[in-house]
């Protein structure tokens, strides 16, 4: 049983990541039916953030949940920054062709992004620094961390902020309302350039704050570690019904949970075909994903 | 259609011209370059960036060294080329290379990229020195022209086995690998070599490249209770954050690994979690006058990777060989490589028929920040 | 023409302002200390690179170089109309010409681009049976050459059958996979398609990893034979191995114009249409009598078919195949051919597979900044060609234009 309970702590920190990404890929999914592929790309960037600010605020002396929590805000600033630039540089200009055309244009700038990051940052992987977050502690024989507490902690804050913000403002009623009809919303005033823009930049910033929570849980971050969960995240949030922000949440955590369990109990070289096979079941019985799309029928 | 056509017809003449002209430019490249052009074959991009790029920098100190020593063959010039470790890719830089006119090329770094590249190289009768593939097939094709420069699988497994027999005196052991072909292919030599000398294997898994989430995994290990936790992955991106988890999940077992994972910036990330780890790793011998001299050439380059002293070794032992046959034909230099017996920075080097160069693992264990030898298994003394 | 020029340069103040905000803070903040030297010498350089661009653009906008592009212009006229005079035939005949002479021309290094990209255009032809005519979105199209190239190498290695014998064999295999993932999926639409057939692909190569016992896991299948012909040699029939350069080029030529042929008429033909008729409107097409579920199987399958081929020639030509070759990067690569040549025509997806494997190729000279060039290229190219390189041509619009 306690076997069971330390896969469950596992699984619930591993979902929570995946669920700030997989917002990103469905807001912006649910906005403008594109899979923006350079989302992964964007995490790493985030996680890039962390790494350079802690190290620099840490090397000027500040105490450690303080330099986190200041580089956790400007990381995301500047990765809605940098959702921003890519959404007006590489899709705006297609917003009038074919959706696959965006879609290989946001493949080219997954790559471009990565190979960025390659060029500024290095090959080898960048560590973050001194001792932030040690320790933990154990209830029976399950062993519970400090980061594993700080990441389930954030996460649920900035899902809670993000229903807030969605659903109790002006901006979040606008943002549905884009999302629903672009023609229409503009009729009735809404910028509908400025909600895409802003769209980007709130799932960039989610985004970034899911890659420093990973720097830190592994202790490392690498150019190249945008790819898996973006690749994930994408598929949990198909699975919870793309479009959908309620559905990303559901649909990480069900990731997460599927892929340590499959691992615990079954194979942990197979765990990624279970988590594929049961996403691919869940879609044959529930073709829009488990809480249903939110979006227009309007496919490739 | 038409245009099409047109422009299909207009970019296959453009590809002649360009094809023409790059032949131009070689011969014009051949009048200029006098001298031995040596390739290097690595990922320089992709996952395994990092190892490729220490390849590539190990191969730069040892020109970098003999260039001066080459009198009227030299100067020697260096064709990095990257295979991001995709069998397509590598054969294709193998091509270029052939191209280019290398007479050695160093390298690759994945066996899966080594073994496919090896065939246009060795059939253009070019000298392929692997500082890195340790599968056993690499030199196990008859191929006349392939020589490796680090250990084999088979004799780093029998190395960690002896240890965990005779020195930590265990009885039971966990094994997890990321299936790459050296990670998995030395697991499972681990595991049959283990089973033979009384060890009991608890479990055998198996994580994916490119994850970095082993929880599940280790939670598995924790519940086992093993005496030792072999863990075989590809690179020290990789195992690092393994080490994290294993702190925090507070496994208590000894933790046993290989020399993939040797590299300075497993220490610099995983901190004070690499504190105690074992891993088996070519006996390097740090105070020889060989081994200063790498290090002196390799100053400029950061910390010396796994793989460099290799690749530096390669190189060394090719010019050498270049110099002493007087020239760069393929069957006079294969002569002097056969005959080539001196001190490199990593090993002594002595090519043997098959084209290996044996091996000499030994047990390191990571103290106070630093790899340090700690066990011979030939004698079974510790280090001083 | 003021108050533009003017908001162009606000655009491009502003568009700087942001490039250095996002620059500095990779290069400039360490440890240490914080550094502006470094990517101020970057950034500079980009905005002088830009500031260029921009007074071209204008320069260009106001007339002054029509002295150089009227005169291009119209020889450029000239030159098409004259080619309009040349009929189909002898163009193609020129084309095919040249690929046969090519080997005579050029040396490895070019053979072996070459037969990458005609491997490639195969697989593009394929993936573009089930997306470009079908209107399918597949991700995981890598899957089908792997299954290809994985039959002919266990069959090679184990039983020693023949390449000649295996091309159908592991064809038939491919369809067969084709039908086994397209049949789950015939109840999705758009994004789901894509990303379960991502999963099948992600499934197939992990599988492929795993099964050691079949494939030998990530150690990969060694020893596989190139083709085999017999060549009478004078006094009798010699059994020769086809391992040079040049003759795999010349065995993949004709498996591409074989491939070529068999796309264009199947363009023509009912299933062509019935595909067509699917992919702007499935409902309707229906109506019309189409059988949708039979009709999208079918387009899975033929796709597979020609990733099968290719994948066959390819694990013949390397010897050699591990799963490394068959991840999600490489379907990406193949669907940027289609997207990138033009959805649904020939010669768009040729262009897309020489463009997209020449390219890396050719900007191996610049070592590490290869990638990074070429995703900036891939990027600008669907910028300033979204329908493709070379669209194709047909009555009324698709579904996806009229969005």
């Known amino acids: 049983m306690d076997f069971f309970f330390q896969q469950l702590v596992n699984g619930i920190t591993l979902g929570g990541v995946y669920a700030l990404v997989a917002l990103g890929y469905t807001m912006v999914y649910g906005i403008i039916q594109l899979i923006n592929f350079a989302h992964g790309e964007i995490f790493a960037a985030g996680g890039y953030m962390g790494v350079i600010l802690i190290s620099w605020l840490f090397a000027q002396g500040y105490p450690p949940f303080l330099c986190l929590g200041v580089a956790l805000l400007l990381a995301m600033g500047y990765c809605a920054l940098l959702a921003m630039a890519l959404e007006k540089l590489a899709y705006k200009p297609l917003r009038q062709s074919s959706r696959l055309s965006v879609l290989l244009s946001a493949l080219g700038m997954s790559i471009f992004l990565q190979n960025g990051l390659m060029l500024t940052q290095g090959v080898y992987d960048r560590a973050y620094p001194g001792e932030m977050v040690q320790g933990g502690f154990e209830v029976g024989t399950v062993m519970i961390s400090y980061m594993q507490i700080i990441i389930v902690a954030v996460t649920v804050l900035l899902l809670v902020a993000l229903n807030l913000l969605v659903f109790k403002t002006r901006i979040g009623k606008a943002m549905r309302a884009t999302a629903q009809d672009k023609t229409m919303s503009g009729l009735v005033g809404i910028n509908s350039g400025r909600i895409i823009s802003i769209t980007f930049a709130i799932g960039a910033a989610l985004a970034a704050a899911a890659g420093i929570m990973v720097g830190l849980y592994y202790g490392s971050v690498r150019y190249d570690m945008g790819f898996v969960p973006g690749i994930k995240a994408f598929s949990a949030a198909v699975l919870g019904g793309i479009g959908n922000i309620t559905g990303a949440m559901l649909g990480g955590l069900i990731i997460g949970m599927i892929e340590v369990f499959a691992a615990g109990y079954i194979s942990s070289e197979y765990k990624d075909v279970f988590a594929f096979i049961i996403l691919i079941a869940v879609l044959y019985f529930m073709p829009t994903g488990i809480m249903g799309e939110n979006v227009d029928d309007t496919r490739v | ?384 | 023409m003021t108050i533009r020029a003017s908001k162009l340069w606000f655009g491009y103040a502003v568009a700087m302002a942001w490039f250095y905000v996002l620059l500095w803070p990779l290069l400039g903040i360490k440890a240490a200390g914080l550094e502006f030297a470094a990517s101020f010498a970057i950034w500079s350089k980009v905005a002088v690179a830009a500031a260029i661009c921009l007074v071209l653009y204008q320069v260009k906008q106001a007339g002054a170089f029509n002295f150089l592009t009227k005169p291009t212009e119209r020889v450029g006229e000239a030159a098409s109309a004259a080619f309009r005079r040349v009929p189909t035939w002898l163009s193609l005949a020129v084309v095919l010409a040249l690929a046969v002479i090519f080997p005579l021309f050029t040396e490895r290094y070019a053979h072996d681009v070459a037969i990458s990209i005609l491997v490639y255009i195969i697989l593009g032809l394929g993936l573009n049976i089930v997306v470009g005519m079908a209107g399918l979105l597949d991700l995981g199209y890598i899957a089908f050459f792997g299954v290809g190239a994985y039959t002919y190498a266990l069959l090679s290695v184990h039983f020693g059958l023949s390449f000649w014998l295996c091309l159908p064999i592991a064809a038939s295999f491919s369809a067969l996979a084709g039908c086994l993932i397209g049949y789950p999926t015939l109840r999705m639409r758009g994004d789901y398609l894509a990303i379960v057939t991502l999963g099948f692909g992600e499934i197939v190569r992990i599988v492929i990893n795993n099964w050691m016992s079949l494939t030998n896991g990530p150690n990969g299948v060694l020893g596989i034979k190139p083709p085999g012909a017999y060549w009478f040699n004078g006094a009798s029939l010699e059994h020769v191995w086809l391992n040079h350069l040049e003759q795999l080029y010349y065995i993949i030529l004709a498996l591409a114009v074989f491939t070529v042929l068999a796309v264009y008429r199947l363009n023509y033909s009912r299933i062509g249409r019935a595909f067509e008729a699917v992919r702007e409107d499935q409902t309707a097409a229906e109506l019309m009598g189409v059988n949708t579920l039979r009709i999208k199987l079918l387009a899975y399958a033929l796709g597979a078919v020609f990733g099968g081929l290719a994948g066959t020639f390819f694990a013949a030509r390397m010897q050699f195949v591990s799963p490394e070759s068959f991840t999600f990067i490489e379907s990406a690569m193949v669907l940027a051919m289609v997207v990138l040549g033009g959805m649904g025509s020939i010669p768009g997806v040729i262009l897309g597979a020489v463009a997209l494997i020449a390219l890396p190729e050719v900007f191996r000279g610049f070592e590490l900044y290869r990638m990074f060039v070429f995703g900036g290229v891939m990027a600008a190219m669907m910028i300033f060609r979204p329908k493709g390189l070379w669209p194709a041509k047909r009555l009324g619009a698709r579904s996806e234009e009229r969005e």
């Open chain 2, 1 to 384: 259609m038409k245009r099409a056509l047109y422009l299909l017809s207009v970019l296959l003449l453009a590809s002649f011209v360009v094809a023409g002209c790059g032949k131009k430019d070689e011969k014009k490249a051949e009048a200029s370059k006098a001298g031995i052009t040596i390739g290097s074959l690595g990922p320089l991009t992709g996952q395994y960036a990092a190892d490729g790029n220490d390849i590539k920098n190990g191969v730069l100190a040892a020109i970098e060294v003999m260039n001066p020593e080459m009198g009227a063959q030299g100067p020697v010039n260096l064709q990095a080329e990257d295979d991001a470790c995709d069998p397509r890719q590598a054969v294709a830089a193998a091509n270029k290379l052939i191209n280019e006119k290398a007479t050695a090329v160093i390298g690759a770094y994945c066996s899966s990229a080594t073994i496919p590249a090896s065939e246009p190289l060795i059939a253009a009768k070019i000298f392929m020195i692997t500082p890195a593939s340790t599968n056993e097939k690499v030199t196990e094709r008859g191929m006349p022209y392939m020589f490796r420069t680090c250990g084999r699988d088979d004799d780093q497994s029998k190395a960690a086995v002896k240890f965990m027999t005779d020195q930590l005196k265990s009885k039971t052991i966990y094994i997890v690998d990321d299936k790459t072909t050296y990670s998995q292919g030395l697991a499972d030599n681990i595991e049959k070599l283990a089973a033979s000398s009384g060890l009991k294997v608890l479990g055998h898994e198996h994580v994916n490249q490119g994850d970095k989430d082993y929880s599940a995994v280790l939670t598995k290990v924790k519940a086992a209770k093993p005496d030792v936790f072999y863990v075989s992955l590809q690179n020290s991106a990789s195992a690092a954050p393994m080490l994290i988890q294993i702190g925090r999940m507070g496994i208590k077992s000894k933790i046993l690994a290989q020399d993939a994972v040797y590299h300075p910036q497993l220490i610099e990330l995983a901190k004070k979690d690499a504190e105690g780890v074992f891993l088996t790793f070519g006996y390097t011998d740090k105070t020889t006058p060989a081994y200063q001299k790498f290090a002196d050439a390799y100053k400029k380059y950061g910390e010396p990777g796994a793989y460099s002293a290799y690749a530096y070794d390669s190189t060394i032992a090719y010019l050498k060989a270049v110099k002493a046959a007087g020239s760069t034909d393929p069957e006079k230099v294969k002569a002097e490589m056969m005959k080539l017996d001196f001190d490199g920075a990593s090993k002594h080097m002595k090519y043997r028929e098959n084209g290996d160069s044996g091996s000499n693992y030994v047990i390191q264990v990571i103290k106070d920040g630093k790899f340090t030898n700690y066990w011979n298994p030939e004698n079974g003394e510790l280090f001083k």
